[in-house]
């Protein structure tokens, strides 16, 4: 390499390089200025942007669900509780292949075909970024295997709630109701905000009447979470507010007595507090296990419940409608007296049927051969119908609509449970307006021994026999009797007043009536004599044995021949002790046969677990 | 050159620690204090993974070694190496295409028995490397025809590399290559011509992308069209630096990095994670020690004392400075995804050891000069 050359390279090429070098580096710096400016914008001027953007993506609010409130029993026995349990949930967004999650997870966990359908059914209708159950209360094996293996699963938890437990199983289930998932209709009713964390709600019964008192109002906490969505620390939490405690007026004991002896028969038994309308036991035949609907009730379990000939799902005491039969004459009676229709000592001659002046029908008595001459007493006491058929004729049905209708006949009577229906009280109104046929003479003695048109249902009896019994004070049948708040020991009771008392035009009436209902149970003759025996209290009552099946002029009842489904119903109504009533019932089984026979005995041995409870050791 | 070799004496008053080891004492000291900042930043988007944070300390042991080992090599004796190097490189990069191992739908891998090679990464040196040894060789600036040769040292790897695919170091050692010719003198006018060139060949280059490259391409012109797909790691890495203000969130309490929703935050997206934690105050103090580093580089090379030193220094200094661009520029969106890691900073091993490497030959370059008498 000549050395001169080199040389003058050298200088030259150095001072080439020096040049580049400066440009080189200002390019340098033109471009981490802009780059600085990015930065500039993104963390000084659009700073406020991006932190909300952060914020939104780090905090999620979540419903804090309230819990649910607790039912007691009148004495503190608990009929609702909430136990804890463990459901499993999968938020749709954040599983890739939900088949073979799901097949997966089958293996680890039971999930049957059902819970299947049941998730993709509300997967369908819940948007993807929500969790969906899948399986409720899982065993601890289960939520331990999953624990082991949650890695493999994004997007599915095991989340830990309380569920809602009756302890008691059946017990009072037609009272309490139950709860379930909250579906569409229940979805138009509440307030869903309110609801929102909240996978439950009240179905039927008191479950359904309280709702608002038992579910409280929501919380809310402020959470932290990953991309992935699961919550790492809260933030902010307002507490929810848990729905209120109910006391009912229901004695479980009283009830689960009523309920064994009632047995495997089809029916209802209402046990009423006269003095104020506590309900004391509410039973509905056959009754159901409520704990089947609060997460879910298989659809072969439920066909057969609702294919059920017995219809366990029906509650009676509220909904069944039946004729009152001869339990309706005291009340008739009663109105003949004080309409000044008839009197005390007024007596009727029973040849053992009755004829409408110049018609050829005979009207039959119970009693082939008659009860011959019998007087108010004597005619409730033994039930004589031809006795009210002539009293019913005397009244019309104009006085007889007017005065049933003041003991709640033909309405409903308010009681603090849904699903209630009125019954019938038939009017000349009624039957113009429904049947567009006038009245007849005929259907107003049939109506005065409770059958044809008229119906019943037993909450309604209940609550007349009560009434009665209380000289008109009518008081409102309700069943719970006070509200408690979660922080707070103290019970509120919840008023309730009477509700348009029949007005008494002579107490004697009343006196005659009762002492009548008294003659039925302890009378020589009376229909229910044989239940009025070592009583220790004195009952009145009234047996009714009400037709399901109309029978011919001279057809004879013979309950053998009949089928059971068109057997008479076997009707019972009683307070006791007479003087001061502390209870009063109405009781009735369906296709029972006479009111005597199997309503009365039901009737005696509630009347005996309320009264003596606490005379023996 | 055998002139400035043994016409001159060493100056004895240099021959401080610094002279010994063949080491310079600013470049190493601002490496030091940058993977420093690097393992700070590293712990933190590591979520408690200290294994991921012990990890990257051993590679920095060895990325440091390398670096003095290498700066033991005088100039000279790279020099005289390098069109072997350069030739074996371009040979292994071949190789690759054919039987190389393929990872995350690329092939970047070679398989040598005992360890796995990426031979792109030793272009990275090799390319700047062989262009400076091509053009010292005549006087600067270079002709026409020399350029010619030059762009085609240049383009055969680019290429290969390319079609690996690895878009970001064959954009890499494109530029390594471009500053050598450019610090070599490549006249502005033939400069212009060449982006008019580029311009005109994006249709092309567009042509023969992939799927991925083309979606990232349209992801950085409008990353809110699919927030949840290709366009996620712009808008979170966005959110993380601009909800970090000016002086972040504070350590360990960035929410985006730490909650998960940033992305590769340890590798390619660390840079996030440093503007959310640490503000625009954080991501100065990390610029003004990359900047420092590329001045004292740049310093380096024009002090270097022969053609080939000064090209292969400057050049290198440069490529560190696109590293860090279209690292940053990619994270703060005004570049499209490309997958460069933040220099010293971003997790990962065998960039980490290039780079050291190349800072060595820098060192190598300060530290073997034969000083002229005073």
Redesign the interface.
Same mark, same amino acid.
């Not at chain 2, 450019?182 to 003198?185: E, T, V």
């Given at each position: 390499?000549p %050395?001169r050359? %080199?040389i003058k390279?050298y200088l030259? !090429? /150095?001072h080439?390089?020096?040049q580049? /070098?400066v =440009? @080189?580096?200002v390019f @340098?710096l033109v471009?981490?200025t802009?780059?600085?400016g990015?930065?500039?914008y993104? =963390?000084?001027l @659009?700073?406020e942007?991006? %932190?909300t953007? /952060?914020d939104d993506?780090?905090i999620k609010i979540l419903p804090l669900p309230p819990n649910r409130g607790l039912i007691f029993d009148r004495n503190g026995i608990i009929l609702a509780d909430n136990l804890p349990s463990y459901r499993l949930e999968v938020t749709p967004e954040q599983v890739h292949d939900m088949p073979a999650t799901l097949d997966s997870l089958a293996t680890i966990i039971n999930i049957r075909d059902v819970d299947r359908e049941r998730f993709e059914k509300l997967r369908a209708r819940t948007p993807a970024f929500k969790p969906v159950p899948l399986r409720f209360r899982l065993s601890d094996e289960e939520v331990a295997h999953f624990a082991i293996d949650r890695h493999r699963y994004p997007g599915v938890d095991v989340v830990a709630g309380l569920s809602r437990h009756y302890p008691h199983g059946p017990l009072a289930s037609h009272a309490l109701g139950y709860v379930g998932r909250i579906d569409e209709r229940d979805l138009q009713r509440i307030d869903v905000s309110n609801y929102s964390g909240t996978t439950h709600i009240g179905k039927v019964g008191i479950e359904k009447t309280y709702e608002n008192t038992l579910h409280g109002t929501v919380g809310y906490r402020q959470v !932290? %979470?990953? @991309? !992935?969505g699961r919550v790492?620390r809260t933030l902010v939490r307002t507490p929810p507010v848990p729905g209120e405690n109910l006391y009912l007026t229901l004695d479980a004991e009283l009830q689960n007595i009523t309920e064994q002896t009632f047995g495997e028969r089809t029916g209802a038994a209402i046990a009423i507090d006269p003095d104020n309308g506590e309900i004391l036991a509410f039973v509905s035949k056959p009754t159901y296990d409520p704990n089947l609907f609060v997460n879910g009730i298989d659809s072969e379990t439920y066909q057969a419940l609702r294919d059920d000939d017995q219809q366990p799902l029906f509650n009676r005491a509220l909904r069944g409608q039946y004729p009152p039969g001869s339990t309706l004459k005291p009340f008739v009676g009663l109105g003949g007296l004080e309409q000044g229709i008839t009197s005390e000592h007024a007596h009727t001659f029973c040849p053992g049927y009755y004829q409408l002046p110049g018609k050829e029908r005979k009207y039959r008595d119970w009693k082939r051969g008659g009860h011959g001459s019998v007087n108010l007493t004597s005619a409730i006491a033994q039930s004589c119908d031809v006795y009210f058929y002539d009293l019913a004729l005397s009244m019309g049905i104009d006085r007889l609509h007017e005065f049933l209708a003041k003991f709640g006949f033909g309405t409903r009577t308010g009681i603090d449970i849904s699903g209630e229906l009125p019954g019938l009280l038939p009017s000349r109104q009624w039957k113009r307006a429904v049947r567009g046929q006038p009245w007849f003479p005929g259907e107003t003695l049939i109506t005065g021994i409770g059958q044809g048109f008229m119906l019943t249902t037993p909450i309604q009896l209940a609550s007349a026999t009560a009434t009665l019994s209380t000289y008109g004070r009518r008081m409102r049948p309700h069943i719970v009797a006070s509200t408690q708040k979660y922080d707070d020991p103290e019970l509120s009771p919840i008023v309730n007043e009477p509700v348009l008392s029949v007005p008494i035009e002579d107490r004697h009436h009343w006196d005659v009536v009762i002492n009548a209902m008294h003659e039925v149970v302890h009378g020589k003759r009376g229909t229910a004599r044989k239940i009025g025996r070592h009583a220790g209290y004195e009952i009145a009552g009234k047996t009714g044995t009400a037709q399901v099946f109309g029978l011919k002029e001279e057809e004879k009842y013979e309950a053998e021949k009949l089928a059971e489904k068109l057997r008479d119903h076997s009707l019972f109504i009683a307070f006791a002790p007479v003087d001061t009533p502390k209870i009063a019932v109405a009781i009735i089984v369906e296709n029972g046969g006479s009111g005597s026979a199997v309503a009365a005995p039901i009737a005696r041995t509630i009347l005996d677990a309320y009264l003596k409870k606490g005379d023996t050791p | 050159?055998s002139?400035l070799l043994d016409s001159h004496r060493e100056d004895a008053s240099r021959r401080d620690w610094q002279s010994i080891l063949h080491l310079d004492a600013l470049l190493l000291f601002s490496l030091i204090a940058l993977s420093t900042l690097g393992l700070f930043v590293l712990y933190s988007s590591a979520g408690g993974d200290n294994q991921l944070v012990l990890r990257q300390c051993i590679r920095l042991s060895i990325a440091f070694g390398a670096m003095a080992l290498i700066a033991q090599l005088r100039p000279q004796w790279l020099q005289r190496w390098t069109p072997w190097l350069y030739s074996i490189g371009l040979l292994l990069l071949i190789a690759v295409l054919m039987v190389g191992d393929v990872s995350k739908d690329a092939q970047r891998w070679l398989d040598l028995g005992f360890v796995r090679f990426q031979p792109s990464e030793m272009m990275k040196l090799a390319v700047p490397m062989m262009v400076a040894w091509y053009l010292s060789d005549k006087? $600067?600036?270079p002709s026409p025809s020399r350029l010619m040769i030059a762009g085609a040292l240049i383009v055969a790897p680019v290429v290969l590399i390319a079609i690996q695919p690895d878009l970001g170091t064959s954009l890499l050692i494109g530029s390594a290559g471009f500053?050598v010719l450019? $610090?070599?003198?490549l006249s502005w006018r033939l400069l212009g011509g060449l982006i008019v060139l580029a311009a005109a060949g994006a249709p092309i280059l567009w042509h023969f992308m992939h799927d991925y490259q083309r979606q990232r391409v349209i992801t950085f012109l409008n990353p809110e069209q699919d927030p949840l797909g290709a366009g996620y790691h712009i808008i979170?890495s966005?959110?993380?630096?601009?909800?970090?203000?000016?002086f972040g969130k504070g350590w360990l309490n960035g929410?985006?990095a730490h909650?998960?929703?940033l992305p590769e935050r340890s590798t390619d997206f660390i840079f996030a994670v440093l503007?959310e934690e640490f503000? $625009?105050f954080g991501?100065g103090v990390l610029?003004l020690i990359y900047?420092f580093i590329?001045?004292r580089c740049?310093y380096i090379?024009?002090q270097a004392q022969d053609?080939y030193s000064?090209?292969l220094g400057?050049s290198l200094a440069?490529t560190f400075?696109i590293y860090i661009?279209v690292n940053?520029?990619m994270v703060?969106? $005004?570049l499209p995804v490309v997958g460069l890691p933040l220099p010293m900073i971003s997790y990962g091993g065998t960039s980490m050891v290039t780079l050291m490497a190349g800072f060595g030959i820098l060192m190598s370059i300060h530290t073997h000069r034969k000083l002229l008498p005073t």
């Open positions: 390499m %050395t050359v %080199t390279d030259f !090429e /150095s080439l390089f020096m580049r /070098s =440009q @080189a580096l @340098a471009l981490i802009v780059l600085l990015r930065l500039v993104l =963390q000084v @659009a700073h942007h991006y %932190t953007l /952060s993506n780090r !932290e %979470t990953n @991309a !992935e790492l | 050159m002139l006087r $600067l600036p500053f450019f $610090l070599a003198g979170q966005k959110i993380a630096i601009g909800s970090g203000g000016l929410t985006q909650l998960e929703f503007g503000g $625009l991501i610029l900047s590329i001045i740049v090379a024009t053609t000064r090209l400057g440069m400075f661009i940053t520029g703060t969106g $005004l």
